[in-house]
């Protein structure tokens, strides 16, 4: 692998409160990372100006905004998250397979070959099993993900967001061409925070995560360009070492 695939697999963690810190990171890391991931926190307090102005730097977008509604309102969301240009956004698999369908036919029929690709949160990488048991869910982690996973897929989705040590699960589940992207990936370098269910970079592209979302590991550090070079030499020498 090279240097440049491994940086492609980055998808820094935008989550800053205002367009100063955007265009901060943005200039400071365009370069340096594959794509920059805009979620809830950012999106309310800035909207889609955050996504033109990363674009208009040079950036790709990944709109983390987990979309979970009724069919029609999440697929009519995924299409204007379309027209912004963005190249992933997301949406909760636990919405259901009708919810799921829908929004991939709409953007299919809208779009064609220029639509974003779509991913589906199966379960959140600060959740454990004493979390899904407080709401009603007893089917181990492991399965429930895979089974989440498996519905996305038969529904159009392109690929999933789950834990890294999901990954191997999913792409024995999935197949090749189905995309995983991870949160919860904290490198050699860096502290857990409050993620539960981590892996480093180099075990979670082994194990089969095709992106790799990571925040604080960056944005934490005294030198960020430093801490995305480390993180590239972590992926390459990891697959280096199979």
């Known amino acids: 692998m090279t240097r440049d695939d491994a940086r492609n697999k980055i998808i820094f963690a935008l989550d800053v409160p205002g367009m100063a810190e955007v265009t901060k990171w943005a200039g400071l890391l365009s ?66 397979y009708e919810m799921m369908a829908t929004s991939m036919e709409t953007l299919r029929s809208k779009c064609g070959e220029q639509r974003p690709k779509v991913l589906a949160v199966t379960i959140l990488t ?28 038969r529904a159009g989705v392109d690929g999933v967001v789950a834990s890294p040590q999901e990954t191997s699960l999913i792409r024995e589940a999935c197949g090749s061409d189905f995309l995983i992207v991870t949160p919860g990936v904290r490198p050699a370098f860096a502290s857990v925070d409050d993620q539960k269910r981590i892996m480093t970079p180099a075990d979670a592209v082994s194990a089969g995560a095709d992106y790799l979302v990571i925040g604080r590991p960056i944005s934490a550090h005294a030198d960020p360009v430093q801490a995305c070079d480390l993180i590239v030499d972590e992926i390459v020498a990891g697959k280096a070492g199979l």
């Not at 307090?45 to 983390?64: K, M, N, T, W």
């Not at 869910?137 to 895979?146: G, K, L, N, S, Y």
Request: proline share 3%.
């Open 31 to 96: 370069n340096k990372v594959g794509m920059f991931k805009i979620g809830k926190q950012l999106f309310t307090a800035c909207g889609p100006e955050a996504v033109r102005a990363i674009r208009q730097a040079g950036g790709e977008v990944f709109l983390d905004l987990k979309y979970h509604d009724i069919p029609n309102t999440v697929a009519m969301a995924t299409l204007e998250a379309a027209r912004l240009g963005v190249q992933l956004c997301n949406l909760h698999a636990l919405g259901g």
């Open 126 to 153: 600060s959740s454990n099993q004493e979390t899904l048991a407080e709401i009603g869910i007893e089917t181990p982690i492991r399965e429930q993900v895979v089974r989440l996973a498996k519905l996305a897929q």
